[in-house]
C-alpha cells in the first residue's frame, strides 16, 4: 500500500512537472535542466516501486552484460530493443496494472557440496517467485565439452558414441536422491544442452520447502574421458567435469569472486512464468514540434546510464518515457478525449471564472520490458506496465 502511494505521488510530481514548465507561464519552471532532472528522479522512483523495491540493488559483484544477454539468447526469450517497448495491454484482463510482471529468470548455479566425487549445483530461489508467478516451464542448461588430452583428429570417432545426461534432485540429506530427468543424445559433440526440469521446479517452488534452495547433480554416462560437463571451472589445466577438483575456484565463487569467463560456462536455469496479459496493435499521438502550442507528446529519453544504473539494469540501455505537453484551450468537441471533457470545457467557456478546465495529459500508456540482477544476482526479466507515454488528449 505504501508503494503504490509513494508511486501516485511519483506521477503527481510528474504532472506538476509538466503543468508547470508547459502550460502555465505564470509559474513556469525557469531551468529546463531541473525539470528534466526532477521528471527522471520521479521515473527511478517510479521503476523501484513497481519492482517492490526500496532502492536500488546492491551489485558488488556484476556479472559481465555480455554474459547475462548470451545466456538470455541461449533460452529463446528475447531481448527488448533498445527503447524496451512492449505492445500495449489490454486493461480488461482483471489482472494487476501497475506492478512489474516477470516472464523469465535466469538463475546461474552455486558450486554446493560434493557428492561421491561430484559437485552439486545450488539454485536460490527469487524473492517474488513462490506467492506473486505460476512457473511454466524451466530448463536446466549444462556445456559439454571435449576433454583437453582427446586429440583433434579423434572427435569424428565420437560420431557412434552415445552420451546420456541425467539430473537429479538431492533433498536435505544428501543421501536422498531422486532422478529428475535425463537427455540422450545419438552422437556425442560438443556445445549446450538442455535439460527439461519443469516439474521438479514447478514442485520445489510450490511446495512447502520454496524457502529453501533447489539442488541438482548432473551425471554424464558416456562422456568417460572424451567429453566433459563445464560446470565451475575455467583454467584448462584442471579437470571440467563434475569430479571436484577445483576446490579453489569454488571457494571464490561462493564468496563473491566472480570471474566473467568463468560465469559464463556455468550451468543455469532458465525458468518461464505464466503472462496472462493481451496484447493490442499500438497506435501513436502526435509528436511535438519544435514550438507545440496545442496539446501534444514530447519525447523523453531515459538512459539508465546516466541514471547510475548501468551495473544492474542489463537491458535495454534506456528508454524513450515520453510526456504530455500543450494546450487544452480552444479545442472543439471531437477533438477531446471524451465527453465527459467536453462537457467541462463548454461550462468553463459559459462561466469564464470557473476554475475548471481541460488538461493535457497521457490517454495511452504501454509497458517497457526490463531485464536486470537483483541482490543474489539472479537474471528477471519483467514487464512493467504503464511506464510509456504513446498517446496525449485532453482530459
Known amino acids: 500500500m505504501a508503494l503504490r502511494i509513494h508511486a501516485s505521488i511519483t506521477l503527481l510530481v510528474l504532472s506538476w512537472c509538466r503543468h508547470a514548465f508547459t502550460t502555465c507561464p505564470e509559474c513556469a519552471v525557469s531551468d529546463q535542466q531541473q525539470a528534466t532532472r526532477i521528471k527522471l528522479e520521479a521515473i527511478k522512483q517510479q521503476i523501484l516501486s513497481k519492482l517492490h523495491l526500496q532502492d536500488r540493488p546492491n551489485i558488488t559483484s556484476p556479472l559481465a552484460r555480455e554474459v547475462a544477454l548470451e545466456a538470455l539468447r541461449r533460452t529463446q526469450g528475447g531481448i527488448p530493443d533498445e527503447e524496451g517497448t512492449e505492445p500495449e495491454e489490454d486493461d480488461t484482463g482483471g489482472r494487476d496494472d501497475y506492478y512489474a510482471r516477470t516472464s ?15 559437485y552439486l549445483l545450488d539454485f536460490y530461489p527469487h524473492e517474488y517467485l513462490h506467492n506473486k508467478l505460476r512457473v511454466t ?18 572427435r569424428a570417432q565420437l560420431r ?37 526440469v519443469g516439474e521438479v521446479v514447478q514442485q520445489w517452488l510450490s511446495g512447502s520447502d520454496n524457502r529453501d534452495k533447489l539442488t541438482l547433480l548432473v551425471d554424464c554416462t558416456g562422456c568417460n574421458s572424451k567429453l566433459e560437463m563445464v560446470l565451475f571451472n575455467e583454467d584448462d589445466t584442471t579437470t571440467y567435469s563434475n569430479h571436484v577438483t577445483a576446490t579453489t575456484t569454488a571457494r571464490r565463487i ?32 502526435r509528436t511535438c514540434g519544435d514550438t507545440p502550442s496545442h496539446c501534444c507528446r514530447q519525447n523523453l529519453y531515459v538512459n539508465f546510464k546516466d541514471l547510475g544504473w548501468g551495473d544492474w539494469i542489463i537491458a535495454p540501455k534506456g528508454y ?27 461550462y468553463r467557456n459559459r462561466n469564464p471564472y ?42
Request: aromatic content about 8%; glycine content about 6%; hydrophobic content about 30%.
Open 104 to 118: 523469465e529468470i535466469i538463475a546461474f548455479a552455486e558450486p554446493g557440496q560434493s557428492l561421491n566425487g561430484h
Open 137 to 154: 516451464a524451466a530448463t536446466l542448461w549444462i556445456q559439454l565439452r571435449y576433454s583437453p588430452s582427446l586429440p583433434v583428429e579423434s
Open 160 to 196: 557412434n558414441k552415445h552420451v546420456t545426461l541425467y539430473a537429479f534432485r538431492v533433498g536435505n540429506s544428501t543421501e536422498q536422491l531422486s532422478h529428475v530427468t535425463s537427455y540422450h543424445q545419438g552422437t556425442a559433440h560438443a556445445g549446450w544442452r538442455r535439460l527439461d
Open 254 to 285: 561462493r564468496h563473491g569472486g566472480h570471474d566473467h569467463q568463468l560465469l559464463n560456462l556455468r550451468p543455469f536455469l532458465s525458468i518461464a512464468t505464466e503472462t496472462t496479459e493481451q496484447r493490442r496493435s499500438r497506435r501513436h499521438s
Open 320 to 346: 524513450y518515457a515520453n510526456f504530455c505537453m500543450g494546450s487544452c484551450s480552444g479545442r472543439r468537441g471531437f477533438s477531446y478525449h471524451n465527453f465527459h471533457t467536453h462537457i467541462i470545457e463548454e
Open 354 to 395: 470557473a476554475s475548471i478546465h481541460p488538461c493535457c495529459a497521457p490517454t495511452r500508456l504501454s509497458s517497457m520490458s526490463l531485464i536486470y540482477f537483483d541482490t543474489d544476482l539472479n537474471i528477471i526479466k519483467t514487464d512493467l506496465p504503464k511506464m510509456i507515454v504513446d498517446e496525449c488528449g485532453c482530459t
